[in-house]
């Protein structure tokens, strides 16, 4: 056995952890028998806690002394992607844990009860099972009794064949205009997977139609969304998994309206509205054309819909071939993380160093940071993806957790938080670990521009690992009393996914990559990752309080005091 400084065993690595992985998922099925076994109880779990001790203080620039080839193999690569994990303060004793957590943690029964459509959403009784999605047309999967994926194709041919009269003029709004404005109307998962995507593949789109997004109940929305383009050549996608959210539904009654009011005829409504939806009642009663309707399933989650019909606009924008791209990127993604070892696979390696830092060295926040103009909502996209699934405070069982769950996931692309918040990633007093995204070849080339944007991301990362000692800062010269000021303590931890570039293939490939690790994450939590409870409390109260606030006399307001004043205030300032 080759073991270097650092404990990683270099020629058997792959071995140890096939190992690792059966032998403890034996012994931790936690969803079968040993249920009542807390997370902090379980054995990696314990052996992590201390190993934390040893690891604490343990610097990346020692790390990388004594093993100066660690960033050539603490990598892994799958689909187009490529991790490099070798600046995160992990050894391989760390990794071995992880993996053992994972083991006993029963991720690989997790991952297949996913796969294979079992009841993983517990709490709303329904399988999470968006890899069916992005299933070839070969592949079997049973729910109910019925193969879900001829139903699946069904539609993706449905939405091709839309997307294409459209994209070639061949659908005319209600006055015979051709249509050249796309709204897309939803929220949450309805609108972050389109809006993101529509943004990171508008390199691949039609530049000669118009697409916006509504999401907001914020009028502002609407109304700037809709300034300066043509009610005639204009087509709405309202999409709602329910067909219930109040704020989709007030913002697609004010585009009905809209369109209206210059069209001046009902009839108008099923040339420029069509519905994404789970609830063909609701939508009919809308007034929009069951004909007009694609459909979802149940067990879509809405922040894992991207790739369902919920898609159309993306389709409609850059084509049925870029999408169907899009949707081999993510099976790709599903593949490898279905079946290469917790040690090689991109998605549990990520979820695993997630929890590493989230639950032993109690950091609580992740930064996404793209080094790609065209990602630039990548970071809203992961925060609901990320936050909804898993800001959960009980575990399957309805126990409070007794651990910390998902991170803060935020971020900005680069360079631009370069000359933001970096400061406070670099010299801060908070460990915020990064995950840093670029591509080798640019979509627009500009002089030497990409080499000038990899520049900052390679730079930032190898600062953030090594810093600069206070002695380094004096032998430049510094004066001692501004050296505290100059320097960098480094052994700030991040991941780099490298790609070789921005197509639809890629972004299926990247976003599957975090909703595995996200998955990765619940699994451990041993929490329902796919419902969103959390969401609930506020709606009622909304309903409620819009009523008190339209009411034509003065309500008796029975809030607590503050909401009860807040209320009176806005009531005398709001005008008519
Ligand atoms: O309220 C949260 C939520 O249910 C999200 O999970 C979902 O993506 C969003 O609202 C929109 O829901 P719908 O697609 O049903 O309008």
């Known amino acids: 056995m080759n073991r270097n400084f650092t404990g990683f065993d270099l020629t058997s690595h792959a071995d140890r952890s096939a190992n690792d992985e059966s032998t403890t998922d034996a012994a931790g099925m936690r969803s079968e028998g040993v249920a009542a076994m807390s997370l902090t109880e379980h054995p990696a779990w314990k052996a992590l806690e201390a190993h934390y001790h040893v690891i604490k203080d343990l610097h990346l620039r020692q790390l990388f002394a004594d093993d100066p080839k660690r960033g050539e193999y603490l990598t892994a690569e799958a689909a187009g992607i490529y991790l490099d994990y070798s600046k995160n303060r992990i050894t391989g004793e760390t990794l071995r844990l992880l993996v053992q957590l994972a083991g006993e943690c029963g991720l690989r029964k997790r991952i297949d009860a996913m796969f294979s459509g079992q009841q993983i959403n517990s709490t709303e ?70 809006v993101m995507a529509y943004e990171a593949l508008r390199h691949y789109s039609l530049r000669d139609m118009v697409f916006r997004f509504i999401s907001n109940v914020d009028g502002t929305d609407f109304k700037e969304a809709t300034t300066g383009i043509d009610p005639e050549e204009t087509l709405f996608i309202v999409c709602s998994k329910t067909f219930t959210t109040t704020e989709t539904l007030a913002n697609a009654h004010a585009a009905r309206q809209w369109t209206l009011d210059k069209l001046n005829d009902v009839r108008a409504v099923r040339k420029h509205f069509v519905a994404v939806s789970t609830n063909v009642k609701e939508v009919s009663n809308f007034g929009i054309d069951p004909a007009n309707m694609f459909g979802f399933w149940d067990w879509v989650g809405g922040r894992y819909s991207m790739d369902s019909a919920i898609g159309l606009s993306t389709m409609i924008a850059i084509g049925s071939e870029n999408f169907r791209a899009m949707l081999a990127g993510f099976h790709a993604m599903d593949q490898h993380f279905r079946t290469a070892p917790f040690d090689k696979n991109l998605p549990v390696l990520m979820g695993l160093l997630a929890i590493w830092y989230n639950n032993f060295f109690h950091s609580q926040t992740i930064a996404v940071l793209p080094y790609d103009q065209y990602l630039k909502r990548f970071p809203a996209y992961l925060q ?193």
């Open 125 to 194: 009784q329904r399988a999470a099972l968006h890899t069916a999605l992005r299933a070839p047309e070969s592949e079997l999967i049973v729910v109910d009794g019925l193969n879900i994926v001829p139903a699946v194709h069904a539609v993706l041919n449905q939405m091709a064949a839309f997307a294409d009269q459209l994209r070639s003029g061949q659908w005319q709004g209600y006055t015979g205009k051709r249509i050249r404005n796309i709204i897309n109307i939803g929220i949450g998962g309805s609108d972050l997977g389109p």
């Open 384 to 576: 609901q993806l990320t936050m909804e699934s898993n800001g959960k405070h009980v575990t399957l069982d309805g126990s409070r957790v007794n651990y910390q769950t998902s991170p803060i996931i935020w971020g900005e692309p680069g360079t631009n938080g370069q000359h933001s918040f970096y400061q406070l990633i670099h010299q801060g007093t908070r460990l915020i670990p990064c995950d840093f995204i670029g591509f080798c070849q640019t979509l627009n080339p500009l002089d030497n521009h990409h080499n000038l944007l990899m520049a900052n991301l390679f730079a930032q990362t190898e600062a953030l690992a090594f810093g600069k000692t206070m002695d380094e800062v004096k032998a430049e010269g510094t004066p001692d009393w501004l050296c505290p000021h100059r320097s960098f303590e480094g052994n700030r931890p991040t991941n780099t996914i490298l790609a070789e570039r921005l197509t639809p293939h890629t972004l299926g490939t990247l976003v599957a990559l975090y909703e595995h690790s996200v998955f990765t994450q619940g699994a451990i939590w041993n929490i329902d990752s796919f419902d969103q409870w959390g969401v609930e409390l506020g709606k009622a109260l909304a309903q409620r309080i819009v009523q008190e606030l339209e009411s034509p006399s003065e309500p008796l307001l029975t809030h607590d005091s503050s909401t009860n004043a807040l209320m009176r205030r806005y009531g005398k300032l709001k005008g008519a």
